[in-house]
């Protein structure tokens, strides 16, 4: 996502009063619902109706735009398909699901500042107490599934990537058993192709060419169109 049109000073540029400018500016209100419906409008429907928001999330969340993120809660409970109480109970697990597998790609402190502030607007009655990762063990069965979903996104690369962790093993061992084992091979919330869409969105947002080659090449391997993973790259 571009930000507005307009010439900004470095945020470590001080003015002669020592106000720092602010960078990227924050969106009006108008502003982040114009791209709401924009995205929605233009993401592709062949990835399901429920995707969109999670790219938003995922490029909203590293940028820290938790008041945008709450607005974007506030605007799908807004619509018709939450209009139950239940209904909403079942967003706020995706958007939490996703903030969570943000964790592991983008680091602790943003999601957590964004599940907080959509806590600010939560209605009590919409609030879901459930724990998707009680109980979880890193023993053989997680470390299998992560393997799993793993391999599929990697497939011929995995050797490559194996060898990077050689003579790093506290990064390989990581990799497989936290960040597939526990966070992206769970998707017991949200499935496969969303969490490869979030994964592919946060890491393009951060500007990582390696990675996000791999995972270009992954939304690929696991079905997305080639037409779908450019429409990603044009909301991201």
């Given at each position: 996502?571009?930000?507005?049109s307009?010439t900004?000073?470095d945020?470590?540029?001080r003015?002669q009063?020592?106000?720092?400018?602010i960078?990227?500016?924050?969106?009006?209100?108008?502003?982040?619902i114009a791209?709401?419906n924009?995205?929605?409008?233009t993401?592709?429907k062949?990835?399901?109706?429920e995707?969109?928001?999670?790219?938003?999330l995922a490029t909203?969340?590293?940028?820290s735009?938790?008041?945008?993120?709450?607005a974007?809660y506030t605007?799908?409970?807004?619509?018709?398909?939450?209009?139950?109480?239940e209904?909403r109970q079942?967003?706020?697990?995706?958007?939490?699901?996703t903030l969570?597998?943000l964790?592991?790609?983008?680091?602790v402190?943003?999601?957590?500042?964004a599940?907080?502030?959509?806590?600010e607007v939560?209605?009590e009655e919409?609030?879901?107490?459930s724990?998707?990762r009680?109980?979880?063990?890193?023993d053989?069965?997680y470390?299998?599934?992560g393997?799993?979903?793993?391999?599929?996104i990697?497939?011929?690369?995995?050797?490559?990537?194996?060898?990077?962790?050689?003579?790093?093993?506290?990064?390989?061992?990581i990799s497989?058993?936290?960040?597939?084992?526990?966070?992206?091979?769970?998707?017991?919330?949200i499935?496969?192709?969303?969490t490869?869409?979030?994964?592919?969105s946060?890491?393009?947002?951060?500007?990582?060419?390696?990675t996000s080659?791999?995972?270009?090449?992954?939304?690929?391997?696991?079905?997305?169109?080639a037409?779908?993973?450019?429409?990603?790259?044009?909301?991201?």
């Amino acid at each position: 996502m571009a930000p507005a049109s307009a010439t900004y000073v470095d945020p470590c540029i001080r003015t002669q009063d020592e106000v720092p400018y602010i960078y990227p500016p924050e969106r009006t209100l108008d502003e982040a619902i114009a791209l709401f419906n924009e995205t929605q409008a233009t993401f592709p429907k062949s990835l399901g109706d429920e995707t969109w928001y999670l790219v938003l999330l995922a490029t909203l969340t590293y940028g820290s735009n938790e008041k945008i993120i709450a607005a974007l809660y506030t605007h799908l409970t807004s619509q018709p398909r939450y209009a139950t109480s239940e209904a909403r109970q079942v967003l706020i697990r995706r958007i939490r699901e996703t903030l969570v597998k943000l964790v592991a790609l983008i680091g602790v402190c943003k999601p957590l500042a964004a599940i907080w502030k959509i806590a600010e607007v939560e209605r009590e009655e919409d609030r879901d107490y459930s724990f998707s990762r009680e109980g979880w063990q890193p023993d053989e069965a997680y470390r299998a599934r992560g393997d799993d979903w793993f391999g599929q996104i990697y497939k011929h690369n995995l050797p490559q990537l194996d060898d990077r962790f050689a003579a790093h093993k506290d990064f390989g061992w990581i990799s497989h058993n936290i960040t597939y084992g526990l966070y992206l091979s769970d998707h017991t919330i949200i499935g496969g192709v969303d969490t490869e869409v979030v994964t592919l969105s946060a890491i393009l947002i951060q500007n990582q060419p390696a990675t996000s080659a791999f995972h270009l090449r992954g939304c690929r391997r696991i079905g997305i169109s080639a037409e779908d993973v450019e429409a990603i790259q044009v909301c991201d």
